[in-house]
């Protein structure tokens, strides 16, 4: 019934759309009273994106799976990525509701505090592992909203073409731009990282900024 | 007028609540009309933050004012401190204020969307700044977000400890803390960099994860 709530919202939002559409034009059509509507979901918005609790308990249950991780940076990207499986496995209906979320503001700011929902979970788990760590929230904070930011960078381009291409080569890249400034944790940084065993000597001053010893290590590939 | 509209809907907001508090209520309070409220403000949930649209502007301008910026990590940094500087000026306003939008959902909601367009604004530039860089967005967005999380990070420990401190400093730490890590353009890495003129001599294999590298050269003082 779940489901067909789901269908039947989506097909009224996309032909009158999402403000026109009420609760009761959605329980007419899926031929179910208003009682279950909201047994399953709490308001209108929550219909659009009905995934995104379950993907949330899912991230936590992962977040707090190992005690003991070596790799957090590792792991919160990992955490992320179960968000983008969400998105990719129905490629169609995630267009839609990109589509859809762009045109109305109220689901805008649905999103948004979804998104919140979700660095908040990535940054919890980072601020216990960090816990001790000099600037151990902050360094949290920032490294959450980092893979945040890179993950929605890869997933809106991958909506915005309509759902073609590798949406998760396109993730693991931009996460690896993010592994790459910030794992403090150890482990291998993940694809983007050079593989060749070549020795490098820098010779550089202490007060040289770190960005540029960095750009040096990269070989010169970063900006600018 | 603008003013006694926001003393009266503050004094209104702390003593009953935000959502038991009406329009009406408020301009009674303030002895005007309510269309003179809805000239100030499109709803009530803006005269809780009625700065942020100056700031926005603002910081906007700033960041349009100049063309060919040598160090736009550094630009998006203080465009992030003219919000730190907003709140820090009426620091009993600004945490009154964060002590009510903990309490209400709805102003939750609000802030989180002027963080957003705050980002945004950010991003733009970068994006703008980064044009035919590899990665350009995708590092315009990461950096946008780590420098904004950082300046709330800061923001809101100095609003949680009731204003006390200097609020300009925590920032200014946090800040040093993305652009030590982010910084792709050149120039300073501002506060927080050693500050000697030691040479340092690196020897490690190509493929040592970036981060490794950098904690050997700030001298081990990053966590883990």
Chains 1, 2 share one sequence.
């Not at 249950?61 to 969400?86: G, Q």
Request: proline share 5%; net charge negative.
């Amino acid at each position: 019934m779940r489901d067909a709530l789901v269908a039947a919202a989506f097909e009224l939002f996309l032909e009158r759309g999402f403000e026109a559409t009420t609760v009761d034009d959605i329980v007419a059509l899926a031929g179910v009273g208003r009682r279950s509507f909201f047994r399953y979901f709490p308001s209108k918005e929550d219909v659009v994106f009905p995934d995104h609790e379950r993907c949330l308990a899912d991230m936590t249950a992962f977040l707090e799976s190992v005690a003991e991780d070596p790799e957090p940076v590792a792991r919160v990207c990992d955490a992320a990525r179960m968000v983008l499986r969400m998105y990719a496995e129905n490629p169609t209906f995630s267009v839609q509701r990109y589509r859809l979320t762009k045109s109305f503001p109220g689901l805008r700011a649905y999103e948004l505090s979804v998104v919140w929902r979700y660095e908040r979970a990535l940054a919890a788990y980072l601020r216990r592992r960090f816990a001790g760590w000099s600037d151990g929230d902050l360094r949290a904070d920032v490294i959450a909203a980092a893979v945040v930011a890179a993950h929605n960078n890869a997933l809106r381009s991958w909506l915005r073409s309509g759902g073609e291409g590798d949406a998760e080569a396109a993730v693991d890249h931009a996460l690896a731009l993010v592994r790459n400034s910030w794992a403090p944790d150890g482990g291998p940084a993940g694809p983007g990282e050079p593989a060749d065993e070549d020795v490098v000597v820098v010779i550089t001053k202490r007060r040289t900024p770190l960005w540029r010893v960095v750009r040096e290590l990269e070989g010169g590939q970063g900006p600018g």
